[in-house]
T-cell receptor
Framework: GENVEQHPSTLSVQEGDSAVIKCTYS??????FPWYKQELGKRPQLIID?????GEKKDQRIAVTLNKTAKHFSLHITETQPEDSAVYFC??????????FGKGTRLSVIA | GAVVSQHPSWVICKSGTSVKIECRSL??????MFWYRQFPKQSLMLMAT?????????EQGVEKDKFLINHASLTLSTLTVTSAHPEDSSFYIC????????????FGDGTRLSIL
């Protein structure tokens, strides 16, 4: 089955700096890669996703890149703000299978 | 759009009690619903997948007789934790997906279950 590795587990950045979180997956059949943001005690919220037919997707300060050959994908947050502080999860799926999540990255943006 | 409602949000009960958690898709028909469990500071671990009108598929290590899942309609799935014990205390989250292709999973608010 699918295995998703996520790094780093914790990340601290100064406000205004960029943050990058990386994930690798094992199943070459996976074709859907969402990123979720989870604040303490709340539901995971989808912030961006990418499908395997594109290599990059951007939404304002958030971007995701996908390298299918290397089986890794990354989340990039630019101009970080304190409200970006949360736990971020990457996930992978073939589309017909449930999402398999990475272990999460606790991002702290220091004002 | 794509709102998933989960109820209750918080349950505290005595050991041995059975607890039912409801998950509803409010504005779409959910062909598939998923139940996850999340322990503090850990990731979401899939417990089971349910498709409307059929038996749930449980992940390895999840006791199907302890965690009863019913997906009776395209908008409602329930998880019943039978004879709950303190080790079952966790954050349970459902999610729902419309269709079978690469569509996003939309999550409910979660249920924090505390067994005394």
């Amino acid at each position: 089955g699918e295995n998703v590795e996520q790094h780093p587990s914790t990340l601290s950045v100064q406000e205004g700096d960029s943050a990058v979180i990386k994930c690798t997956y094992s199943d070459s059949a996976s074709n859907y890669f969402p990123w979720y943001k989870q604040e303490l005690g709340k539901r995971p919220q989808l912030i961006i996703d990418i499908r395997s037919n594109v290599g990059e997707k951007k939404d304002q300060r958030i971007a995701v890149t996908l390298n299918k050959t290397a089986k890794h994908f990354s989340l990039h947050i630019t101009e970080t703000q304190p409200e970006d502080s949360a736990v971020y999860f990457c996930a992978a799926s073939t589309g017909n299978t449930p999402l398999v999540f990475g272990k999460g990255t606790r991002l702290s943006v220091i004002a | 759009g794509a709102v998933v409602s989960q109820h209750p949000s918080w349950v505290i009960c005595k050991s041995g009690t059975s607890v039912k958690i409801e998950c509803r898709s409010l504005d779409f028909q959910a062909t598939t619903m998923f139940w996850y469990r999340q322990f503090p500071k850990q990731s979401l671990m899939l417990m089971a997948t349910s498709n409307e009108g059929s038996k749930a598929t449980y992940e390895q290590g999840v006791e199907k007789d302890k965690f009863l899942i019913n997906h009776a309609s395209l908008t409602l799935s329930t998880l019943t934790v039978t004879s709950a014990h303190p080790e079952d205390s966790s954050f349970y989250i459902c999610s729902a997906k419309q269709g079978a292709s690469s569509q996003p999973q939309h999550f409910g608010d979660g249920t924090r279950l505390s067994i005394l």
